[in-house]
């Protein structure tokens, strides 16, 4: 979701005050909900992609367990948080088809609205926030690190670091999926922090891709003959260069099964 605010769905039976209730407060957190029946269910997952599954259970719900079941198996295949709200015993039927270690989050009635959908809103990001792939970016322009982190940081947790030495000193007590490194840097520049990490076996592994400022046919032969993954223009427009980080960990993931 590059643009416009989340999507969360609410599977809900019977429409009541609860709905209205819950797509305020969802608003203030800027996403925007879409409360559906559990027949609506799998056409509005295949049109929104939402974030987050919320299920108001009733006695209308509990007809349809069935239904439920198919919806928080698509929801564990696609890596989607489901949390459900209920009293005890509709809770305890729903037991009987789905297991609770397959929700992330379970309320029981009666419940404050605007203090569930807090708590869910911050158990999503902190969902999201541990699949994130980090990405480290060195640059030694503010400007451009900004203009990184606001555009990928979206969909990833990225790290920015002023200079080779700030990168190296992070490096030391973590590991990035990705380092995106600037090629000419002063003091050290993109060619030394990158011939350092390759020659330490804890960091050799690390994938790095190349930001440089240039395209002529000089400077892309010395930025390819030190072997990275790949190479950025930083003029690049936005959505391209987030497609170029997309395809890339993509990638990956297709050579890693």
Known sequence: ???????????????????????????????????????ATSAIVNQEHPIGYLICASSELLKKTVGIKIMVDHALKNKIPVFIMGNVEELEVIWHSIPKQMINGIFTRPVNVNEMVDSICSQVDEFYQKKKKTILAVDDSGIILRKIKKLLDDKYQVILANSGAMAIKYLTLNTPDLILLDYAMPIVDGKQVMQMLREDPEFRDIPIIFLTGKNDAETVKNVMALKPDGYLLKNMDPQSLHTAIDHFFAERAEQEN
């Open 1 to 39: 979701m590059h643009d416009g605010k989340k999507q969360f769905l609410i599977m809900m039976e019977e429409q009541s005050y609860l709905a209205q209730s819950f797509q305020s407060a969802f608003e203030k957190h800027e996403m925007h909900t879409s409360i559906v029946n559990i027949a």
